[in-house]
């Protein structure tokens, strides 16, 4: 049994500690009560830490951005899908009878020539390694490239070349390229070799390597007479350029709204490298209208074919390729007013050329003579009659043309200083022959302008039903023009007539006959000196200006600048080297 006493002694020891506790109890309620009233000043100063914190990570990344221009820049990429549209109509890829502006663009992403063209204009090796002529300059040697490749993995031969040649010359192939390659024997000595010998030097014939070479082993079974018409031209070519046929497909139910669509692949064992470009697309169109609004809609990525850039394009970049040809006045001398030389020569002192060329949307080199300035035999000091109005009317009075005022167009024998120019209609051609126009007219010479749509325009000037001409004509990097000045392609019976002028000359057909056969450039450029002084005295054309081509963009293409070409296609002289697509890269 527990006593009283104890059980006492219990009672006020649990007492004492009820209530040490309810005072523990107590303190601590007023210990986190007065930390509660402390944490405000205390989230305050966490709060701006973690917001200093924020805005240091913040500014950092900020400025980590801002100075990565510093330390990055955009390159150009390989890769992308390139889309070009093209006026006019595909018909055939085969180089050897490729046409139309659609046909030549497709040949040359498909087919190489044994030479090519670089962005200077100057040949160099293409299928070939080398090349080398004889002293006469009569007999070639072509070398081809170690490891050449057509598109389906057949290896290049000399043999391709042989059979290419031939194909050309064949008649019953019908090539357009034929009346060039009459006279020339080709051999294949060895796989890597082919020899080529002329009937006569001819100083201008390695640029008549650039045409592409077909396979044989495509085409040897091809009867000639069916070549021209065969599959392979149109749906199956094989070639060994930058790109390598994938598809064509055509749209559109009427001629005029028929459009084709051409699509081509990098050929990843290119000799000359392996094209940046993923995908060349060539899309042709009918019209104009057409093709920028394809363009508007961003449909295609450029254009070919256009004069001018049209005005209302939001996005474009527009770049003009001088072309080695000459816009010229031609004017028929066989008969009628300009059989005259005085009216000649004053029609052509009558003119500004400068002013005429201030007609043009772009910068335009100046023509002078029948030989463009830069080329063999150029010379300044035989380039034709100078702008000189007073030496104009005097040559004309001199001659009997006389008027009755001031303005009034001139007479001879009751006959009017009047002659009728044709040129193709289009809005330069438009602006020049209003130009030619106005100023022979304060000579008192009356120019009818006649603009005529194509077809019309390749009537009059294959038939030569004109009194003067307003027309481009191709020149090319070789300074042998004798097409268009030796009385014998002024005959009717001529293979291209392409003599506009009929334009006869003795001292003429002696120097362009001697040039050409001349392969040392000062004897080449002394033989021109009598055709030039010649071709000044007799005034039988006007030179105006070197043409342009426009190629329209969309956006920056890499690897192309203007430089000087022969025609539209050598845009694509270094094709395979276009870049569409940037990535930021760090500067090193």
């Given at each position: 049994?527990?006593?009283?006493?104890?059980?006492?002694?219990?009672r006020?020891?649990?007492?004492?500690?009820?209530?040490q506790?309810?005072?523990?109890?107590a303190?601590?309620?007023?210990?986190f009560?007065?930390r509660?009233?402390?944490?405000?000043?205390?989230?305050?100063?966490?709060?701006?830490?973690?917001?200093?914190?924020?805005?240091?990570?913040?500014?950092?990344?900020?400025?980590?951005?801002?100075?990565s221009?510093?330390?990055q820049?955009?390159?150009?990429?390989?890769?992308g899908?390139?889309?070009?549209?093209?006026?006019?109509?595909?018909?055939n890829?085969?180089?050897?009878?490729?046409?139309?502006?659609?046909?030549?663009?497709?040949s040359?992403?498909?087919?190489?020539?044994?030479?090519?063209?670089?962005?200077?204009?100057?040949l160099?090796?293409?299928?070939?390694?080398?090349?080398?002529?004889?002293?006469?300059g009569?007999?070639?040697?072509?070398?081809?490239?170690?490891?050449?490749?057509?598109?389906?993995g057949?290896?290049?031969?000399?043999?391709?070349?042989?059979f290419?040649?031939?194909?050309?010359?064949?008649?019953?192939?019908?090539?357009?390229?034929?009346?060039?390659?009459?006279?020339?024997?080709v051999?294949?000595?060895?796989?890597?070799?082919?020899?080529?010998?002329?009937?006569?030097?001819?100083?201008?014939?390695?640029h008549?390597?650039?045409?592409?070479?077909?396979?044989?082993h495509k085409?040897?079974?091809?009867?000639?007479?069916d070549?021209?018409?065969?599959?392979?031209?149109s749906?199956?070519?094989?070639?060994?350029?930058?790109?390598?046929?994938?598809?064509?497909?055509?749209?559109?139910?009427?001629p005029?709204?028929?459009?084709?669509?051409?699509?081509?692949?990098?050929?990843?064992?290119?000799?000359?490298?392996?094209?940046?470009?993923?995908?060349?697309?060539?899309?042709?169109?009918?019209?104009e209208?057409q093709?920028?609004?394809?363009?508007k809609?961003?449909?295609?990525?450029?254009?070919?074919?256009?004069?001018?850039?049209?005005?209302n394009?939001?996005?474009?970049?527009?770049?003009?390729?001088?072309?080695?040809a000459?816009?010229?006045?031609?004017?028929?001398?066989?008969?009628?007013?300009l059989?005259?030389?005085?009216v000649?020569?004053?029609?052509?002192?009558?003119?500004?050329?400068?002013?005429?060329?201030?007609?043009l949307?772009?910068?335009?080199?100046?023509?002078?003579?029948?030989?463009?300035e830069?080329?063999?035999?150029?010379?300044?000091t035989?380039s034709?009659l100078?702008?000189?109005v007073?030496?104009a009317?005097k040559?004309?009075t001199d001659?009997?043309?006389?008027?009755?005022?001031p303005?009034?167009?001139?007479?001879?024998?009751?006959?009017?200083l009047?002659?009728?120019?044709?040129?193709?209609?289009?809005?330069?051609?438009?602006r020049?022959?209003?130009?030619?126009?106005?100023q022979?007219?304060?000579?008192?010479a009356?120019?009818?302008?006649?603009?005529?749509?194509?077809?019309?325009?390749?009537?009059?000037?294959?038939?030569?039903?004109?009194?003067?001409?307003?027309?481009?004509?191709?020149?090319?990097?070789?300074?042998?023009v004798?097409?268009y000045?030796?009385?014998s392609?002024?005959?009717?019976g001529?293979?291209?007539?392409?003599?506009?002028?009929?334009?006869?000359?003795?001292?003429?057909?002696?120097?362009?006959?001697?040039?050409?056969?001349?392969?040392?450039?000062?004897l080449r450029?002394?033989?021109?000196?009598?055709?030039?002084?010649?071709?000044?005295?007799?005034?039988?054309?006007?030179g105006?200006?070197?043409?342009?081509?426009?190629?329209?963009?969309?956006?920056?293409?890499?690897?192309?600048?203007?430089?000087?070409?022969?025609?539209?296609?050598?845009?694509?002289?270094?094709?395979?080297?276009?870049?569409?697509?940037?990535?930021k890269?760090?500067?090193?």
């Amino acid at each position: 049994m527990i006593s009283r006493a104890r059980r006492l002694r219990l009672r006020r020891q649990i007492r004492m500690h009820k209530h040490q506790l309810e005072d523990m109890g107590a303190g601590a309620d007023q210990y986190f009560f007065r930390r509660l009233d402390n944490m405000v000043p205390v989230r305050r100063f966490i709060v701006m830490w973690v917001a200093l914190i924020f805005v240091l990570v913040g500014s950092s990344a900020v400025q980590i951005y801002s100075l990565s221009g510093y330390y990055q820049e955009l390159k150009p990429a390989a890769g992308g899908m390139y889309t070009e549209g093209v006026l006019g109509a595909f018909t055939n890829a085969n180089p050897i009878y490729a046409t139309t502006a659609a046909d030549r663009t497709v040949s040359k992403l498909v087919f190489s020539g044994l030479l090519t063209y670089n962005t200077d204009n100057k040949l160099v090796g293409d299928l070939a390694e080398s090349w080398q002529a004889d002293a006469r300059g009569q007999n070639y040697t072509v070398k081809l490239r170690p490891n050449l490749t057509w598109h389906d993995g057949k290896p290049v031969t000399a043999d391709d070349v042989v059979f290419t040649i031939s194909v050309i010359q064949n008649p019953d192939a019908r090539s357009p390229l034929n009346a060039s390659w009459q006279g020339v024997t080709v051999k294949a000595p060895d796989s890597h070799t082919v020899t080529f010998a002329l009937g006569s030097p001819l100083a201008s014939f390695p640029h008549s390597l650039t045409v592409g070479i077909l396979p044989q082993h495509k085409l040897s079974r091809v009867a000639m007479a069916d070549m021209r018409s065969m599959p392979f031209n149109s749906t199956q070519p094989v070639g060994t350029g930058p790109f390598k046929w994938e598809d064509l497909s055509v749209s559109g139910g009427t001629p005029e709204a028929r459009q084709e669509r051409v699509t081509l692949s990098a050929h990843d064992q290119y000799h000359r490298g392996q094209p940046k470009l993923d995908t060349f697309t060539v899309q042709t169109y009918r019209t104009e209208a057409q093709m920028i609004e394809s363009y508007k809609q961003n449909k295609i990525q450029a254009m070919v074919g256009l004069l001018e850039a049209p005005s209302n394009l939001e996005v474009a970049t527009t770049q003009y390729f001088p072309q080695t040809a000459a816009m010229m006045t031609f004017f028929r001398i066989s008969e009628g007013i300009l059989a005259e030389k005085p009216v000649r020569q004053a029609l052509v002192q009558a003119v500004d050329v400068k002013a005429v060329r201030g007609q043009l949307p772009y910068a335009a080199k100046q023509v002078v003579g029948p030989i463009l300035e830069g080329q063999i035999g150029y010379d300044e000091t035989a380039s034709q009659l100078p702008h000189d109005v007073a030496a104009a009317e005097k040559l004309l009075t001199d001659a009997g043309w006389t008027q009755a005022k001031p303005g009034d167009v001139r007479q001879k024998e009751g006959q009017k200083l009047e002659f009728t120019l044709y040129a193709e209609s289009n809005n330069e051609n438009a602006r020049i022959t209003r130009a030619l126009q106005q100023q022979w007219r304060k000579i008192g010479a009356n120019a009818r302008v006649e603009l005529q749509s194509a077809d019309e325009f390749q009537v009059t000037l294959s038939q030569h039903t004109y009194d003067a001409l307003l027309r481009g004509i191709s020149i090319g990097p070789d300074p042998d023009v004798f097409v268009y000045w030796h009385s014998s392609q002024a005959d009717i019976g001529s293979r291209s007539r392409l003599n506009l002028s009929e334009y006869k000359s003795s001292v003429a057909d002696d120097a362009l006959s001697q040039a050409r056969t001349r392969t040392d450039e000062q004897l080449r450029a002394a033989k021109y000196k009598p055709f030039l002084d010649t071709w000044r005295d007799d005034a039988p054309a006007l030179g105006l200006y070197q043409p342009a081509f426009l190629y329209v963009t969309r956006l920056t293409v890499h690897g192309l600048s203007p430089h000087e070409v022969n025609n539209a296609t050598d845009r694509l002289s270094n094709v395979h080297e276009w870049m569409i697509r940037q990535v930021k890269t760090t500067v090193d």
